[in-house]
């Protein structure tokens, strides 16, 4: 390599490093609104300028802390988050506001130290702690600062004073407001907070209302009760009140009303942190300011609360990777309504092949009262008997000793086994339960299969199981009078506890003319179901291998255009399909029951949204003929101007998705899934209609997606000519981490 290829690829590197500090420079300012976009972390960079002072400080402080986490060695994907730099940010912005311009330049070494100990502080604490360090290490850097310069000021007189004709003629409490998001940066200006105010509002709809409803609650608070009108007491309930709300509200719980709720009554809890700590300290010399303490107190203690209960009921705890608050509901409620896994968990059938209910929930003989949540199965034969011949015999029941499995993955929690099985017609009332299996799967939810036969249980206690695997088989032990088996879910492993609500999961139904596949399947007697048996072929038409390059043809109202698409796979497993002409990620899973699209990132025109259309979920089962159902993000199909009302509508219920029908059906060499959206226009056509086209050979060969009137054909290259292109492998920490289960 001659001297100037070196020079030119250190040029390179070094302008690598350059974007990926700006970027972390940009992701760090826009933790402070618990966001990811780099848009908002733009703008909260701008409010820092109106005073030049706190840009400089602000701004060298984030340096000073990306520059330490990456000689410590840190999480390289935290730091370029700005996860180890916004408490940095924050003790950078308070050392503006409380050392003097004409102070020595010891104090701003001091400065320099707080800066530091908060880095350390954060790794520390993101380490040891189960909850969230939120600002905790601003605190006690910012406080160790204060105590060493021996100096508390709330700020000089420039930055408090609201600026400008237009911020005058504004209601006072409308004033207190944007000031109020302005001390987020210790600069409590109307222009510092008009700032911060467009980045609050570019981020989310929903943490917009919400840092507006912990205002009001605060605000109503401090005039109505306390009477005060003290600057400084009002501004920090403001403040606090508003961090609180749009944390619980948004953030660490899925956006609704019961979450709305807890929010509210956390501001309370704030509101009285906050009132004690000015009524302790707030008039004496010295003393240490609240800041955003109550926030942080309040925040932690909500959470460890909610952690305590035995599940995670409504308001829902965010138990996944958490985006903004309208990314947060879409995906629990995508993951609740379409998979209807409440607790991230799936309960397939405990069994292989066709059976039938034969007790559902509320079955009216042993399903009542705190045990009405269970299912009880048996199989029939083409006539609908339970046995052949008389039936006299154990041994003539269909069911009798077929396998029973594991309806989820867990831990084997309990085993009860020598119960002798019951002659046909007789019960066994002292150990009700017969022999059974009771497996852990998450805090507060087991599992129980009940009835199996002696001498026939396959796991011990403690074992660690898979979904699917052998538990035991089919008896007649317990109260049984005939073969069957008994599932309940509890909370418990307690045998014989009550029942928790219970529905089974991608289940097909059977013994209709077109067998229909069922997400969530809550069983009624008589109804015959089997889990999904895969199809291997059909599987491999949807599987696209790492780094294959598919290149589509769409012909539709504009033109043809042609746009490539590599498959993609990071470092926590995720697939995806990648656009770089149009730069859109698909997200997707694929196992070998089913292909699921989980998310797709990017702009409208990408031909990705249209993949999503038209398979959306494809199961991959052995019947030919296959019908099911699924749900579409009905923001999508919304005019945007009016997205905002909808995301402020869909916490409190508003509907969220469009429901589709889809089915497969074999044409001659080709796989055909055809869609059509309940939704229909004025002349009775579907809103939504899809047909795609899949072979053995080829996999995805062509399809046809049709939205209102534009109608889009799409074909795939099979012999694309253009090498794929690798693109760096996404952080861990992107924003879109939350969209696969």
């Known amino acids: 390599m001659d001297a100037s290829t070196a020079r030119g690829a250190g040029l390179a590197r070094w302008g690598v490093r350059l974007a990926t500090t700006a970027d972390a420079v ?73 050392i003097s311009p004409s102070a020595s330049l010891g104090a701003w070494l001091l400065a320099g130290v707080a800066v530091l100990v908060s880095v350390v502080l954060t790794a520390s604490l993101r380490a040891a702690l189960t909850l969230p360090a939120l600002t905790l290490p601003f605190l006690a850097a910012f406080y160790l600062l204060v105590s060493a310069l021996g100096l508390v000021q709330a700020g000089h007189e420039a930055q408090s004073v609201a600026v400008g004709p237009l911020a005058q003629a504004l209601p006072e409490w409308a004033r207190l407001y944007v000031r109020a998001l302005g001390a987020l940066l210790f600069l409590p200006r109307v222009d510092a907070g008009a700032l911060v105010l467009v980045a609050l509002a570019l981020h989310s709809r929903i943490a917009l209302f919400l840092s507006g409803l912990g205002f009001a609650v605060a605000y109503a608070l401090a005039r109505s009760v306390l009477g005060t009108h003290d600057d400084a007491l009002l501004l920090g309930l403001a403040l606090n009140g508003m961090l609180v709300a749009t944390a619980l509200g948004g953030v660490w719980f899925v956006p609704s009303v019961r979450a709305y709720l807890v929010a509210v009554v956390a501001v309370l809890v704030c509101a009285l942190l906050e009132v004690a700590w000015f009524a302790r300290f707030g008039a004496r010399h010295g003393a240490l300011p609240a800041l955003i303490a109550p926030f942080n107190l309040t925040v932690l203690l909500a959470l460890h609360a909610a952690r305590q209960r035995l599940s995670n009921g409504a308001p829902h705890l965010v138990d996944f990777v958490p985006g903004t608050p309208e990314q947060n509901l879409a995906y629990f409620r995508g993951r609740t309504e379409r998979f209807g896994a409440m607790s991230g968990l799936r309960f397939a059938p405990p069994f292989r092949g066709r059976w039938a209910c034969s007790q559902g929930v509320s079955g009216g003989v042993t399903h009542e ?40 993955a867990g831990t084997v929690s309990r085993v009860v086994d020598g119960v002798k099985d019951n002659a046909v017609g007789e019960l066994e009332l002292e150990d009700n339960w017969g022999n059974a299996v009771i497996v852990y799967h998450a805090p507060g939810l087991y599992s129980c299969v009940a009835h199996l036969a002696p001498g026939t249980i396959a796991v011990r206690e403690g074992q660690h199981l898979a979904q699917g695997e052998l538990l035991g088989l089919c008896g007649n032990s317990g109260r049984s009078a005939t073969p069957h088996l008994h599932l309940q879910l509890q909370a418990t492993p307690r045998l014989g506890e009550a029942t928790l609500p219970i529905a089974l999961h991608d289940v097909v139904l059977c013994g209709v003319e077109t067998p229909r596949l069922q997400a969530v399947c809550v069983p009624k007697r008589g109804e015959q179901l089997r889990p999904i048996e895969p199809d291997l072929e059909r599987a491999a038409m949807l599987r696209f291998a790492y780094e294959r390059e598919l290149r589509f043809s769409l012909r539709g109202p504009r033109g043809v255009r042609i746009e490539t698409v590599v498959a993609d796979l990071d470092l926590l497993g995720r697939h995806s399909l990648r656009s770089s002409d149009r730069s859109a990620t698909l997200y997707y899973e694929p196992t070998a029951s089913a292909f699921t699209v989980h998310d797709v990132i990017g702009p409208d025109g990408s031909v990705l949204h249209l993949l999503r259309l038209a398979l959306s979920r494809v199961p991959f089962d052995v019947e030919d003929a296959l019908a099911w159902t699924d749900r579409l993000p009905l923001r999508e199909f919304l005019p945007v101007w009016l997205r905002p009302l909808f995301d402020l509508a869909s916490p409190f219920g508003a509907p969220a998705a469009l429901e589709m029908a889809y089915s497969a059906q074999r044409r001659g060499e080709a796989w055909v899934v055809e869609g059509r959206s309940r939704a229909l226009l004025r002349g009775g056509q579907p809103l939504v209609a899809t047909t795609a086209h899949l072979t053995a050979q080829a996999g995805l060969v062509r399809a046809q997606v049709r939205v209102r009137s534009r109608e889009t054909v799409i074909e795939v290259d099979p012999n694309p000519t253009r090498a794929a292109v690798r693109a760096p492998i996404p952080a861990l920490t992107g924003g879109t981490a939350h969209v696969q289960r």
């Open 26 to 98: 940009v992701l760090t300012y826009a933790q402070l609104l618990f966001s990811r976009s780099r848009l908002v972390g733009a703008a909260l960079l701008l409010a820092t300028a109106v005073v030049p002072r706190f840009f400089v400080a602000g701004l060298g402080a984030v340096l000073l802390a990306i520059v330490l986490a990456r000689l410590l060695r840190l999480a390289p994907e935290a730091t370029d988050a700005g996860q180890h730099s916004y408490s940095a940010l924050l003790v950078g912005l308070g050392a503006a506001a409380v």
């Open 369 to 408: 009262g705190a045990w009405r949540h269970a299912l009880d199965f048996e199989v029939l034969d083409d006539d609908g008997r339970a046995h052949r011949d008389s039936g006299a015999q154990l041994t003539d029941y269909y069911c009798y000793r077929l396998p029973v499995l594991a309806p989820a």
